[in-house]
Structures are given as C-alpha cells and as structure tokens.
Nanobody
Framework: QVQLVESGGGLVQPGGSLRLSCVAS????????MGWYRQAPGKQRELVAI??????NYADSVKGRFTISRDYAQMTTYLQMNNLKPEDTAVYYC???????????????WGQGTQVTVSS
C-alpha cells in the first residue's frame, strides 16, 4: 500500500509564498507521475501541476508562479507557490501513480489534503 502525506499548507497574505511537501511511503518500485491538485469550496478538483516522464505541466492559472519539483531519494514532491492570490485558496492534494514492489502492480494514491488560504 502506498501512502502520501502532505504538509506545508496554511494562511498567507496575497503576494506571499508557501511550499507544500508530499512524502510517499510503502513498497514502491517506480513512479509514472506525481502531481498536485486542488479543490476550492463548491468547485471540482483541478490539476495544478504534474511531472511525468521528465515533462512538467501546469494549469494556466499558476504558470510562472508555481513550481513542482521532486527529490527522488526522499520520495518527496514539492510545490513552491509564489505570488499567491485569493483565488488560490483551496485544499491541495498530492497524487502519485506508479508500480508497487515486488508485484509491479499499478497503483494510484491520493494524500489527505492540506488547506491553503490566501487572505489579508
């Protein structure tokens, strides 16, 4: 079983920065993709940023402000969020897809979410 644990959320003023972390644990052979999603009240969950196969993609609304990165040795994914806006307020979820060890079975896991609130 693969588990993801997010941290780093909180309350920040507009224009501020936060860095979210997502640590993966369990019997993992490899990752196909790791990404960050968010869900604001009354809205559907949406993709924020994803890294897969050496490629990185961002939602248009966060391009130039957010950066996704990975520490392979620590099995951790980060989301650096700069110049935060009130519309970035949401619960942010980490997602990972890959293969387990030793079964080499496909897995897809979600973290429990971390709240980000941007407000003055």
């Amino acid at each position: 079983q693969v588990q993801l644990v997010e941290s780093g959320g909180g309350l920040v003023q507009p224009g501020g920065s936060l860095r979210l972390s997502c640590v993966a644990s369990g019997s993992i052979h490899s990752f196909n993709a790791m990404g960050w999603y968010r869900q604001a009240p009354g809205k559907q969950r949406e993709l924020v940023a994803i890294t897969a196969g050496g490629n990185t993609n961002y939602a248009d609304s966060v391009k130039g402000r957010f950066t996704i990165s990975r520490d392979y040795a620590q099995m951790t994914t980060y989301l650096q969020m700069n110049n935060l806006k009130p519309e970035d307020t949401a619960v942010y979820y980490c997602n990972a897809e890959g293969k387990t060890w030793p079964q080499l079975a496909n897995f897809g896991s979600w973290g429990q979410g971390t709240q980000v609130t941007v407000s003055s």
